[in-house]
């Protein structure tokens, strides 16, 4: 496989379910980027990895959680999600993170929280 | 804090009109900018990007340039297809991402 991919394509859980969204980039990229994308907001940046180390935490609330086990892989770990968390999560990847670099964006994951 | 405005959707246009999507932006320094576009039903795909000012990038007939006096990067296209329809988003270096506009072209 080629580019960034993720996995599941689609997930609907209840607000009590745990499930992790997984994200893997094929392009030798350092960074590594979660967004969240919905109807009401613009994208949203959630966290950043360069070099396996989180770099960026925009204020996420911790009912999400980010693990960077190595520079290919991304995780973001669901618990006791509310409806309002409901949206496309879009995984991106770079060269790493320094200002210039285009990002590689995978086909997210549309989320559906009951 | 830096910031990105793009022109608010959505835009329809018709089969070889010609497209103008407004983006402006505020920043310190002097940050490389891009547009990303989103078919449905995917992620993001890069478009075109500008390093410093002066530059032009172009793709698919999509151009813009950095404008450093008016903090513009406006995109622009001759003359659309109906598979242009899509969502457009301005961004800077930094990860910020102006709201998108969503064109529609019709045949």
């Known amino acids: 496989e080629t580019g960034v991919t993720q996995t599941p394509r689609h997930l609907v859980m209840g607000m009590t379910n745990k499930k992790s969204l997984k994200c893997e980039q094929h392009?030798?990229?350092?960074?590594m980027y979660w967004y969240k994308q919905s109807a009401k907001k613009p994208l949203e940046l959630m966290f950043v990895?360069?070099?396996?180390?989180?770099?960026e935490n925009n204020s996420v609330p911790s009912r999400f959680s980010p693990e960077c086990p190595n520079s290919s892989h991304l995780f973001l770990h669901l618990h006791t999600l509310q409806p309002e968390d409901s949206a496309l999560y879009l995984c991106?990847?770079?060269?790493?993170?320094?200002?210039?670099?285009?990002?590689?964006f995978g086909p997210g994951t549309r989320l559906t929280v009951t | 804090g830096d910031s990105v405005t793009q022109m608010e959707g959505p835009v329809t246009l018709s089969e070889e009109a010609f497209l103008t999507i407004n983006c402006t932006y505020t920043?310190?320094?002097?940050?490389?900018l891009f547009w990303y576009v989103q078919y449905p039903g995917e992620g993001l795909q890069l478009l075109l990007k500008?390093?410093?000012?002066?530059d032009k990038g172009s793709n698919k007939g999509f151009e813009a340039t950095y404008r450093k006096e008016t903090t513009s990067f406006h995109l622009e296209k001759g003359s659309v297809q109906v598979s242009d329809s899509a969502v457009y988003f301005c961004?800077?270096?930094?990860?910020?991402f102006g709201a998108g506009t969503r064109l529609t072209v019709k045949p």
């Open positions: 991106a990847s770079s060269q790493d993170q320094a200002r210039g670099y285009e990002q590689y």
């Open positions: 392009l030798g990229h350092n960074a």
């Open positions: 990895y360069n070099f396996k180390e989180q770099t």
């Open positions: 920043a310190t320094g002097y940050p490389s």
């Open positions: 500008a390093t410093k000012a002066d």
């Open positions: 961004a800077l270096g930094d990860m910020r």
